[in-house]
């Protein structure tokens, strides 16, 4: 080790990291609040220019006609059961924004996205991926109607409304749902800590995998 070597002043190690703590809302009404525990720390507002998205609702169907009449996704379609699970924005540049329309082949357990230019009317690209996006509101209306067809739990009084999920993926590789678009809905009331039922629905054969009530003792 050089003679000269030396250890940065202790200033130069500590590290402060600024806990904005949770915000929950609406809060919780069977917990205590915990605020009064956080330690208050310094703030300073930061000046920032807010960006909205120059894409309509004009453009949003524009963007799905579009791409659902191009080439490529239509031999990707062919034959396979898809649905368009939304429209958002890719930049491929600092000025240059387009509508990404989202297609997801429940078939093959695909996601396809499609970039499009809707002063030319044409697709720029085509990327199909072996991933699964983020839940989509129609996905969930849909979870939703297969749980009141199926009974059960809106016999049972819970409010199904209330259902929020997310989707998760099985990983039994042998088991016959792999790959299958499975959403695992929980159930409130949404001021409450705990759920008070839940349900897994396979959105690719289209029924309810299992549903229940958590146990009183579990969400009290």
Known sequence: MPDDFSL?????????????????????????SFHAYLPKVPTKPVEFEPTESNLTD??????????????????QSAGKRCDVLGVGTAATGRNSEYPLVTVYNYTDGLTVEVMVDLDTARVLEV????????????ERSQALDLLRDAGGLADSGVDLDTGMGLIV??????????GHRLVDLRFGPRDKRLPTAYAVVDLTDRDVVTAGRVPQEASS
Do not use: C, H, W
């Open 127 to 138: 990327r199909t991926e072996n991933r699964q996006p983020p839940l989509a509101d129609a």
């Open 58 to 75: 004009d453009g949003t169907r524009r963007a799905v006609e579009v791409a659902l009449a191009s080439d490529e996704v239509g031999r």
């Open 8 to 32: 940065p002043p202790p200033e130069l190690l500590r590290v402060d990291v600024v806990d904005l703590g949770p915000v929950i809302d609406p809060p919780f009404t069977d917990t205590k």
């Open 169 to 178: 993926e099985e990983a039994d590789f042998r088991d016959p749902r792999y």
